[in-house]
């Protein structure tokens, strides 16, 4: 299994406070990826990351940053969480652009109360 | 949009019996295709890459046509630890960078009966 673990793996956080989710991986890998996957839907990419400090807007952005300050990090932050952000994050990360296979980390639940 | 659409299922087959199911998608651009299979309340693993001249991996099969956009996959001798989702993905590479190309398929659930 790739070695990629996510932090906290569940969480219950009230509206309107901000919250932090990590994705850690150890298998250097240049591509890193936030989904979110709720009933009735497909993954949708929140957000990528091509590189240290490189980020880019997914289909779902809106309500969400991302940072990536270290090859291994990546970030995802609700700066003030709705319920409609209740749903099950997962990292994923890729070596290679062209090919595109991803591994996923796995997931963070979390409820928006 | 790009999309790719496959049938929810579920699929229930007994123990022992080939099983198969296709997606199709909507973007022609696309370059490169997956499966990948979710267990419940896990994350998506992939089972497999599936390459133009078609692609073999144990009692797994996957196809691909590109002229009529769908990709295929083929469960022999089914198990009863095949009982999961599985994810139909497809990869487009957008044009001046970025790495944003994968979409998902909302998946196809199969249960294995003994």
């Known amino acids: 299994d790739a070695g990629i673990t996510q932090s906290p793996r569940h969480k219950v956080t009230e509206t309107g406070t901000p919250v932090t989710l990590r994705c850690h991986q150890t298998e250097n890998h240049r591509y890193m990826y936030w989904y979110r996957q709720d009933p009735g839907h497909g993954l949708r990419l929140i957000h990528y990351s091509y590189g240290v400090k490189d980020t880019d807007k997914g289909e779902v952005s809106d309500g969400y940053s991302v940072s990536r300050s270290k090859t291994e990090d990546f970030l995802l932050t609700l700066e003030s969480a709705t319920s409609s952000q209740t749903s099950v994050y997962f990292c994923?990360?890729?070596?290679?652009?062209?090919?595109?296979?991803?591994?996923f980390g796995p997931g963070t639940r979390l409820t928006v109360t | 949009r790009k999309e790719v659409e496959q049938d929810p299922g579920p699929f229930n087959v007994p123990e022992g019996a080939t099983v198969a199911f296709n997606c199709t998608y909507s973007?022609?651009?696309?370059?490169?295709f997956f499966w990948y299979r979710q267990d419940c309340r896990k994350e998506p693993k992939l089972l497999m890459s599936v390459y133009s001249s078609g692609n073999e991996d144990g009692r797994f099969t996957a196809q691909l046509n590109r002229a009529s956009q769908y990709i295929s996959l083929l469960i022999r001798d089914s198990k009863l630890s095949d009982s999961a989702t599985y994810l139909c993905v497809v990869n487009a590479l957008v044009p001046g960078g970025g790495a944003d190309g994968l979409t998902f398929g909302k998946g196809t659930h199969l249960i294995i009966q003994p």
């Open positions: 994923a990360i890729s070596e290679d652009r062209d090919l595109n296979e991803q591994y």
């Open positions: 973007n022609s651009a696309s370059q490169s």
